[in-house]
């Protein structure tokens, strides 16, 4: 092992027994999770000749009136917590507990997202168009007085077109699935190329074309100035974005002024980019800090997270 590795090795496990430590002797208790029976209050009162629901419960400190040990959520807190410890594991090394972690989150966003892919999509959207009565009665009750409706055989198409989706399965008839991959993939280019333009395309230059000399009306004289300000951000905007034009537009050598203001766009651009890297590691950091109040506070109980 190498010097290094073996100091922070070392810098871990102390902090990890000082953890351990303070945990022990915390009054929150370690990964414990307490519950308290919800009043009527709480859950809201029930319509008169409602069925009876099933006893619900909610959180509570430790130590509190009626408390009990919740056996389920502290075993969901200890796996949620060990899973995080073993994602974080990677920061030392590749090892076999985040390979354990990673094929645990990837094999169970896949039949997470299978299960509700069928749900919302098979039965919720075709299953239900062409056998009605069954889908009701199975799966989706219809409300009360609500008539059935008829079968719409037309959703035999998309039906038809995804079941040809699995002759790539069988080698010799693999050229089958070309035809409906070949319409999924044009119909989807088609839909996100209206998107595009009426999001993108069109929205941008509509935000870009602003007056440079913006004008305000005092609302109490009624008296109508310069907004200084506002002008000089459109102003600013609409420069940079000429500047960017510029330094894409490569009919004309980039030489004298256009080389100038083709390096304006440059730092235009960079700004932009910084911008948005800077808003990524934000929303990063703030996963990292949900997950560090987790293990800090639901799991050691070193900090009050209850509000």
Not at 1 to 26: H, P
Not at 212 to 221: E, G, R
């Amino acid at each position: 092992m190498k010097r290094e590795q073996l100091f922070w090795l070392t810098i871990f496990l102390i902090g990890a027994i000082g953890l351990a430590i303070r945990a022990g002797t915390s009054p929150r208790g370690v990964g414990t999770v307490y519950v308290v029976e919800q009043t009527p209050s709480d859950a809201g009162a029930e319509p008169a000749g409602a069925t009876p629901q099933a006893v619900r419960y909610r959180e509570t400190p430790q130590g509190a009136p009626g408390a009990i040990l919740s056996v389920q959520r502290t075993v969901g807190v200890w796996i949620a917590a060990l899973m995080t410890l073993g994602v974080l594991s990677y920061l030392y090394r590749d090892n076999p507990l985040y390979k354990l972690v990673e094929s645990l989150v990837v094999g169970v966003s896949a039949g997470y997202s299978f299960v509700v892919g069928f749900w919302d999509n098979l039965v919720a959207k075709l299953f239900v168009k062409l056998t009605p009565g069954l889908i009701h009665a199975w799966a989706i009750p219809l409300g009360e007085g609500e008539p059935l409706p008829a079968a719409d055989w037309t959703y035999l198409a998309p039906l038809i077109l995804g079941v040809l989706l699995f002759f790539r399965l069988i080698p010799k008839l693999a050229w089958i699935s070309v035809w409906p991959l070949a319409f999924v993939v044009g119909t989807t280019a088609g839909l996100k190329l209206i998107v595009y333009l009426e999001a993108d395309f069109i929205g941008q230059i509509e935000n870009t074309m602003l007056p440079l000399i913006v004008l305000a009306t005092d609302p109490q004289s009624g008296v109508r100035s310069v907004d200084f300000m506002q002008s000089i951000k459109n102003i600013l905007l609409v420069l940079g974005v000429l500047a960017s034009l510029t330094y894409f537009y490569f009919s004309v050598e980039h030489t004298g002024v256009v080389r100038h203001v083709a390096r304006c766009g440059i730092w235009v651009l960079m700004i932009t980019f910084g911008s948005s890297f800077a808003f990524t590691v934000m929303g990063r950091i703030t996963l990292l800090t949900v997950r560090l109040e987790f293990l800090l506070g639901r799991w050691l109980g070193l900090i009050d997270v209850s509000q």
